[in-house]
């Protein structure tokens, strides 16, 4: 049995803390936040799905998309890097990360993944019995001829990758989605039944109590300050104050000096911090090109169950998903980089109820829907790092960018096996860091 430290409990860190203690480990979380899933993992839309991995216009390197040997900028993308060459250097890289001769490997691997990730999903469902606000497919609305002929050519593809999809009528979209309006303007549709959307942060409370019940110990409102790698890795950390998690510099600076001596060592520490573990690796000297994606998303009851979404719709042109949450819709979209967190613009909410009115009007109360900015912690190859870093001791556990909550369960796994020096289901090594040097 092996002592691991869990720094962040977003998806990414419930899922690997329940991994890990599902093996025998004994786990130790660390939180700054006073909850699981209280940051990039909160009010994501929700999409579980392996089909978006591949070529198409939801090839996972946002803000590019690449066709035919060309690039382009996706159509909800705002860039906004100003001055800051990271931005800028995250952004060139991303561009070399879409030539097709490099996004075939990327595509293979993160094809793997994604559907290692939904079976190890639906393993820890069943064998736990959580119930959770979940829908199971995904209809991909088009609205342009090219865009249906492109789904066309794009099953076979699919088919390859063993994704069931089927390209629909009208008639037969309004068949899968009741709810869609008459006169919308839908040339067709891509309908992949496997996809699956389900509330994330509901589903990583539910499992932090599975995990409790192992044996897993969550600090909640508790900051890591320092990593300290080593054979026996140790960290020292800080309890911040539990209401807000927010303390001001000088409480900080106290705090940090009282638990200067405060060392606690681990066999091994997994850094799942999302884009909030940039301190950290800079400590441990490691450089990763991490930056903060946002994106958006609005929350609203349904006033009338039957108007709404059955499960998930994404508009194809517009680049906006809807989902269904239990008795509540949830819309996502928009790509923005360069931004500062707490800054909201208004104008990216703008598309996120256009798209809601267009294809499920009068559905929800949106009076009181609630909106939320998120940051997606992304790398410029649209591919998350898994496994040993160069700091000994030191495991990661970041950048699944806008497919965290889909690729959580199986990395979790896979380094959970790597962490206990077993030999994982599917190799780590595309994802390893020494990929971005
Ligand atoms: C609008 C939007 C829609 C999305 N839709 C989808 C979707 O449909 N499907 C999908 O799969 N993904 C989606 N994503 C992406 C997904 O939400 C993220 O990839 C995922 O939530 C990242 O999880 P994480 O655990 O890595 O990070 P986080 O959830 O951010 O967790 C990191 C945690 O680490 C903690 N932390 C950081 N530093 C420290 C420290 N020093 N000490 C202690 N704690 C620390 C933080 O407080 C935080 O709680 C979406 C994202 C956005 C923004």
Redesign the pocket.
Known sequence: MMRVAV????????TAAHALASQGHHVTV????SS??????????????PSLTGPGPFDGAPPLTERGGRWGLRPEAHLRPGWDTAAWRWLWQARQAVAPSRRAAAHKSLGELARYGQQHLRKVVVGHKLDYERAEGHLVLLSRSSQLSEAQQSLLELKARGIEARVLDPTACRVIEPALPLNANIAGGLYLPNDE?GN?RQFAHLLKEVAERMGVEFRFS????EVMPGERPSLR?ITLQSTTAFMSSRHVAAAREAARDAREAYDAVLL??????A??LQQLGLRLPLLPV????ITASLRDLDRGPRAAVTDAQHGV?I?RLGQRVRV???IEIGTAAHEHHEARLRPLYQALDRWFPGSAQKNHAQA??????ALPDGMPVLGQSDAPGVWL??G?????????CGAARLLADRIAGREPDLPLAAFELRRLR
Do not use: D
Request: with cysteine; net charge neutral.
């Open positions: 720094i962040g409990a977003g998806i990414a860190g419930v660390y939180e700054r936040r699981v899933a209280a940051e990039a993992s909160f009010a994501q839309l929700g999409l579980v799905a959307v994330c508790t900051e890591v300050i950390s799942c911090a999302g884009v909030q573990a301190p950290l946002y994106g958006y998303s998903s989902a996502a979209g928009g939320w900015k998120g940051a997606t912690p556990n970041l699944h960018g806008t497919q965290g909550w889909a690729l959580s």
